[in-house]
């Protein structure tokens, strides 16, 4: 018995994908890139800018240190000859050098010269630059391996009771990308000696 099987008309299909097929599973796994891409850089940026405002709270702090050792300075050199002198500000908001860290504009420090009078800030202060050779930040130029920084720094003081306290307000500016930063820190100083 001879079993003829007639082929006319039935089409073989080529196993694969097609091109619809190709497109719809390249638009998912763009999509599910682009998602995790998307995640990645706002966890970074996050980072970033989570890195800045610590480096900026730090820099405030550091600006109410050196206004009180500034203060302590005065007590230490005997600058100050009675409890109630006014002199334990002296060369911050009075004194010979002025009264820098009173003004409108405030003042700025450097600490890499803690040695060095606050100076007052025209318009505004000069942002601080860094050198990455020794990690510090500073107000001196850029140049050589010092760079300019985002951040500036402004302190001000102002009197919150005559010859007793000073409010020292430091002022942190500075920009992360697009996004524009600012970190106020207040702290209140007292002339200490006038309390013993």
Request: aromatic share 8%; charged share 15%; with cysteine.
């Amino acid at each position: 018995m001879n079993i003829h099987i007639h082929t006319k008309g039935v089409q073989k299909y080529n196993k694969g994908f097609t091109l619809v097929e190709t497109l719809i599973a390249v638009t998912i796994l763009a999509t599910a890139v682009a998602g995790t891409m998307t995640i990645a850089f706002q966890g970074l940026r996050g980072a970033q800018l989570a890195k800045d405002e610590l480096v900026a709270s730090y820099l405030a702090q550091e600006g109410v240190d050196f206004i009180r050792a500034w203060r302590d300075q005065n007590y230490l050199s005997g600058l100050v000859t009675s409890p109630d002198d006014a002199d334990w500000v002296s060369g911050l908001v009075n004194g010979a050098g002025g009264a820098p860290c009173a003004t409108a504009n405030g003042c700025t420090v450097d600490m890499t010269d803690p040695t060095s009078a606050p100076d007052i800030c025209g318009g505004v202060c000069n942002p601080l630059t860094f050198d990455p050779a020794d990690g510090l930040y500073s107000q001196e130029a850029a140049g050589g391996t010092r760079v300019n920084s985002p951040f500036t720094r402004t302190i001000r003081m102002s009197s919150l009771s005559a010859n007793k306290y000073h409010i020292v307000t430091v002022t942190m500016t500075w920009q992360t990308g697009p996004i524009s930063r600012q970190l106020v820190l207040r702290e209140v100083l007292s002339n200490w000696q006038s309390q013993i």
